[in-house]
């Protein structure tokens, strides 16, 4: 059986889930809730979220 140790080192396995990303029009990603498509969080830098899909 396949592990992912050590637990609890921070990082994660598998994708966010109930989240989205895009790009805005000055070049910073946003995370978008999928539920409700309220937009939670932009990045300061140019960077996309890490394990968040992102929209077309």
Do not use: C, L
């Amino acid at each position: 059986m396949a592990k992912n140790p050590p637990v609890g080192d921070g990082h994660r396995n598998g994708a966010v889930k109930g989240r989205s990303q895009t790009k805005t029009p000055s070049g910073n990603y946003v995370k978008r809730d999928a539920d409700s498509g309220r937009f939670m969080d932009v990045k300061s830098d140019k960077k996309p979220f890490k394990g968040v899909r992102k929209e077309k």
